[in-house]
C-alpha cells in the first residue's frame, strides 16, 4: 500500500470507483469515440496534457485507464508522465518508485517499473523519483524506447503528461503518441494559456484527437467531479 495514503493522504480513485457512476459514463463516450476512431490505424497510445497544473488532467487520465480496462476490458498501461508534480502513485495507490524516471535512465528495467492495480487489465508505471526535478529529468531516447517495449504489450497506452505551457517535457513525449487530448478546466482556464497551448502544440497539431473540458468542483454535473469518489474538499489532492 502506498505510504502516503497510510499517512492520512488522499484516497485511490480505485477505492469507490463505480461503473455506474454518471462520470464513468462520460468517460465511457468519450473512449468510445477514440476507439472508433483509431480502427484499422492501430492508434493505441494517447497523451493527456493541459496548459497549466491544476486543470485535472491526471484524474481524467486515470478515469480513462480504469475504464477502458475495467469496462472495455482492454489491456490498458497508465504512465505518469508528469515528474514535477506526480500524482499517479496517489491515485491507484501503488508505489512511486522505481518508476518512470529509473527506467528512462537505465536503472530499472521495464518489469521492475510496472505495476499491477486492483483493476486486473490495468498496469501503471508511476514517475519514479527524480529528486529535484527539473528538465534535465527527462531522457527522450529512454521515453522513445519505453513506448516501443510497452506498444505491443497493450491495447491501450495513456500518458499523464506536465502542463505544456510551463514545461517542455510533453512536446517532446507528444512526437510519440499517437494521439492528445488536451484538458481544460471549464470557467477557469485563462484563454490566452490555451491559445499558447495550442501555439505550442502546433508542430503536433494533426495528434491532438479531441479535448476534455472538466471542472472538478462545480459546473459540468458529471464531468469528473471528485464528489462523486467521496472526497471531503479538504482532502481533495491538487488536481494536476
Same mark, same amino acid.
Given at each position: 500500500?502506498?505510504?502516503?495514503?497510510?499517512?492520512?493522504?488522499?484516497?485511490?480513485?480505485?477505492?469507490?470507483?463505480?461503473?455506474?457512476?454518471?462520470?464513468?459514463?462520460?468517460?465511457?463516450?468519450?473512449?468510445?469515440?477514440?476507439?472508433?476512431? %483509431?480502427?484499422?490505424?492501430?492508434?493505441?497510445?494517447?497523451?493527456?496534457? %493541459?496548459?497549466?497544473?491544476?486543470?485535472?488532467?491526471? !484524474?481524467?487520465?486515470?478515469?480513462?485507464?480504469?475504464?477502458?480496462?475495467?469496462?472495455?476490458?482492454?489491456?490498458?498501461?497508465?504512465?505518469?508522465?508528469?515528474?514535477?508534480?506526480?500524482?499517479?502513485?496517489?491515485?491507484?495507490?501503488?508505489?512511486?518508485?522505481?518508476?518512470?524516471?529509473?527506467?528512462?535512465?537505465?536503472?530499472?528495467?521495464?518489469?521492475?517499473?510496472?505495476?499491477?492495480?486492483?483493476?486486473? !487489465?490495468? %498496469?501503471?508505471?508511476?514517475?519514479?523519483?527524480?529528486?529535484?526535478?527539473?528538465?534535465?529529468?527527462?531522457?527522450?531516447?529512454?521515453?522513445?524506447?519505453?513506448?516501443?517495449?510497452?506498444?505491443?504489450?497493450?491495447?491501450?497506452?495513456?500518458?499523464?503528461?506536465?502542463?505544456?505551457?510551463?514545461?517542455?517535457?510533453? !512536446?517532446?513525449?507528444?512526437?510519440?503518441?499517437?494521439?492528445?487530448?488536451?484538458?481544460?478546466?471549464?470557467?477557469?482556464?485563462?484563454?490566452?494559456?490555451?491559445?499558447?497551448?495550442?501555439?505550442?502544440?502546433?508542430?503536433?497539431?494533426?495528434?491532438?484527437?479531441?479535448?476534455?473540458?472538466?471542472?472538478?468542483?462545480?459546473?459540468?454535473?458529471?464531468?469528473?467531479?471528485?464528489?462523486?469518489?467521496?472526497?471531503?474538499?479538504?482532502?481533495?489532492?491538487?488536481?494536476?
Amino acid at each position: 500500500m502506498n505510504q502516503d495514503k497510510k499517512r492520512g493522504g488522499p484516497q485511490s480513485l480505485l477505492d469507490n470507483f463505480s461503473t455506474d457512476a454518471p462520470h464513468v459514463t462520460e468517460v465511457r463516450r468519450l473512449l468510445q469515440t477514440l476507439l472508433r476512431g %483509431s480502427r484499422g490505424q492501430d492508434a493505441r497510445v494517447y497523451m493527456l496534457t %493541459s496548459a497549466a497544473r491544476g486543470e485535472g488532467k491526471s !484524474t481524467a487520465s486515470a478515469l480513462m485507464a480504469m475504464v477502458a480496462a475495467r469496462v472495455f476490458h482492454r489491456r490498458t498501461l497508465l504512465i505518469d508522465g508528469d515528474m514535477r508534480r506526480p500524482c499517479q502513485h496517489l491515485l491507484l495507490d501503488i508505489a512511486q518508485r522505481p518508476g518512470l524516471y529509473e527506467y528512462i535512465h537505465g536503472r530499472a528495467s521495464l518489469e521492475a517499473v510496472t505495476r499491477p492495480t486492483l483493476i486486473p !487489465t490495468l %498496469s501503471a508505471i508511476a514517475s519514479g523519483h527524480p529528486g529535484r526535478a527539473t528538465a534535465d529529468s527527462y531522457d527522450d531516447d529512454g521515453f522513445a524506447r519505453l513506448v516501443a517495449a510497452v506498444r505491443p504489450l497493450y491495447e491501450l497506452i495513456i500518458i499523464d503528461a506536465a502542463p505544456v505551457v510551463p514545461v517542455v517535457e510533453s !512536446t517532446m513525449m507528444a512526437e510519440h503518441a499517437d494521439g492528445l487530448l488536451l484538458v481544460a478546466m471549464a470557467g477557469q482556464s485563462p484563454i490566452p494559456l490555451i491559445r499558447r497551448m495550442r501555439e505550442i502544440l502546433e508542430p503536433v497539431q494533426d495528434k491532438i484527437v479531441g479535448g476534455i473540458v472538466n471542472n472538478a468542483t462545480e459546473g459540468l454535473p458529471y464531468y469528473y467531479d471528485y464528489k462523486y469518489y467521496g472526497y471531503h474538499a479538504d482532502r481533495i489532492p491538487k488536481s494536476r
